[in-house]
């Protein structure tokens, strides 16, 4: 039973470890900001990674992600993977941390439902049927490192490998690729902190697989600078892939105290790519995704997202999944179906019409 430390109010849907109710965290009450940051830094420390985004004196700027870090020499970003050494910023471009491995068509991917490998959406062009992609597989490419810090997080064991994960140079990944191979998919932790490595994966093992269907598909938070998203729409419109982009939160203060950090890049890169989707309507470019948190992310919230959603395109596919209790709230329930339900009514409600409940298997 978690208690609001601004209201007093208890409540079992009210986190420990974030302290601050729903309603509190709505009203935006600038008292709150401190309490939210420390959680987020104590959060950090076990790990060996920065409180906050530095902003070393003199130090050299990292221009990869909303973060903006400044950092020292000697010193760390705050995504553990970008450091400086010698005046120059470091990590991420010619070798990254990342694990990865093959995952059969079709996978349990965000898009699966919509998508040219799960459904043949695209055929001849996109994928190699017309109905789902078996006896091909996919590329998973798992980035170890973070630009956010959701105390929620899935894959929170990322942190334990940023400092000792396995060193992958590009044309060492690029050669994973083989004949079953029909697409890449990048995730994490998130692939913004090296997302010049699979830029640069993406081209190369594009380029050795002329004539071949290879999609290239990214599955991030969105904190990315502008300038990298525009290659990454490029790579993706070309190839079939998709872009998908997790909306976590609407209210901003919700957004802080869940993910350490502002959703204000993540909104701004969700409307640019909202704009090339009729560049390619046979397989969409761009798919939203939410995580029902019990007790945070209701259907007010969802209603909201989804209105955001649609002004940007209303074909855009939009999947609510179900949570389950990880890293520091475990003490929150899961999803239920009755919230899940409740949710995918209000993104309706918003107006949109391509919406799936993901992970079902989840709800309680």
């Known amino acids: 039973m978690g208690v609001c430390i601004h209201c007093g109010a208890s ?20 008292s709150m900001i401190d309490h939210i940051l420390e959680i987020h830094r104590k959060s950090r420390a076990p790990f060996g990674l920065p409180g906050l985004p530095p902003r070393a004196p003199g130090g050299i700027k990292c221009k990869l992600c909303l973060n903006s870090c400044q950092i020292a ?17 470091k990590g991420g471009t010619k070798d ?20 040219p490998g799960g459904t043949g959406t695209g055929y001849p062009k996109y994928a190699y049927k017309t109905g789902p ?16 810090n959701c105390l929620y997080c899935q894959n929170w064991h990322f942190r334990e490998r940023v400092s000792k994960g396995n060193r992958v140079l590009v044309s060492e990944l690029a050669r994973t690729v083989d004949n079953k191979t029909s697409c890449i998919c990048y995730f994490g932790g998130d692939p913004t ?12 093992a594009i380029k050795e697989n ?14 990315m600078n502008p300038t990298l998203l525009s290659r990454m729409i490029d790579i993706s419109l070309k190839s079939g892939g998709c872009i998908k982009f997790d909306l976590k939160a609407w209210t ?9 950090v502002s959703n204000k890049r993540t909104l701004d890169n969700f409307k ?44 855009i596919p939009y999947s609510l999944l179900g949570f389950y209790p990880h890293f520091l709230m475990t003490d929150l329930p899961k999803t239920t179906r009755v919230q899940a339900e409740e949710c995918r009514q209000a993104a309706r409600e918003a107006g949109l019409t391509r919406i799936r409940i993901g992970n079902e298997h989840l709800l309680s």
Do not use: M
């Open 252 to 260: 901003e203060n919700l957004h802080l105290a869940l993910c350490g």
């Open 73 to 89: 020499e000697g010193g760390l970003g705050y995504c553990g993977i970008r450091s400086v050494t010698g005046g120059k910023i």
């Open 11 to 30: 409540s079992p849907l009210t986190s420990q470890t974030i302290g601050i109710c729903l309603t509190c965290l709505r009203a935006g009450h600038d």
């Open 96 to 115: 990254a941390n990342v694990d990865w491995y093959y995952d059969p068509l079709p996978t349990n991917c965000v898009a699966d439902w919509i998508c």
């Open 272 to 315: 640019t790519i909202a704009r090339d989707i009729n560049k390619r309507p046979e397989a969409p470019l761009l798919v939203a995704s939410t995580l029902l948190v019990p007790g945070y992310i209701d259907r007010e919230e969802v209603y909201q997202i989804a209105s955001f959603i649609y002004r940007c395109n209303p074909d």
């Open 133 to 148: 992609e078996h006896g091909y597989k996919n590329l998973a490419v798992f980035y170890n490192g973070c630009s956010f």
């Open 210 to 223: 002329q004539g071949k269907i290879l999609r290239i598909c990214w599955e991030t938070n969105g904190s």
């Open 193 to 204: 902190p090296q997302l010049i490595h699979s830029i640069n994966v993406s081209k190369k």
